[in-house]
């Protein structure tokens, strides 16, 4: 069943942190000299006055045979390990395997804003917050912090009763790349039954929306991020100091205000490319 009204539709947000546990997870992998490219592995026999000459295999016997070379390259490794640790510690929040999902924004149609924001208050403490473009309410929104060690799960499970209520009829910038994959990867890990089945193909503007691949024309074009369509095409953005790098030093009524930005402008952003992307959608008063 095709939708017809506004208020069909999801307009959704996730921000995202690092996992309490992806320092052990990343881990997991030790190097071995077979992941030093061959300058490198030259570089340490020639430090220790060994021959160059030779593929890769021939290199790293050489230098595993030779103590001063085996020592050389026994630190390379661990150095590169740091350094390789604390790059994907430095990209967790986008890596669905060392990240988590902080909070969740929705909007049903053209109604009020609804944030969830994980953390280790206990569940349900109302945070009622209002945000604005240039100090003038532009939107209504209710925040609530889902709290306590399942709080993750809470706010994932609450999504997906979401998606299913509104049929899959999901729009958000960059969805089908971050967001949705982000999102049953996490629920994965927590065992959270999804009870709608995706489909995360490209080329659809429905039931899925994604503003950023649809507007990139699916990659044809550079991907530009939901603040610069919002600032090029006239549309004021509540909180346009802020970006997701800032997600994981972020108290959590900023956070909450954040994240109902990104919904925000989501959905005017949608409102933008309506008639023109797809058929004209019939705006009508929220019914959900």
Known sequence: MQPKHLSDRLYFDIETTVHPKADEFVGLKPLTPQDLNVPTLKKICEGAGLSVSGKKDMLIDRAEKDPAAKEHLDNTLKAELKTSREEALEKAPLDPDLGMIRAIGLASGDGPINVTVANENPAGDLLQVFGGVDGAEVYPMEAYYAGGVEAEKFIIEWF???????????????????????LLRRSMDLGIKVPVKLELRRFQVEPICDTMQILSHWGAFRYKSLKFMCLRYGIEIPMPDVDGSMVQDMDDPTLAQYT?????????????????????????PNQN
């Open 160 to 182: 997906w009763e979401e998606a299913e209520r509104h049929r899959l009829q999901l729009v958000g910038a960059n969805i089908l790349n971050f967001d949705l994959p982000f």
């Open 260 to 284: 109902a930005s990104d919904v925000w402008c989501t959905r005017e952003l949608w409102k933008k490319m309506d008639g023109i992307y797809w058929p004209k959608i019939v705006n009508v």
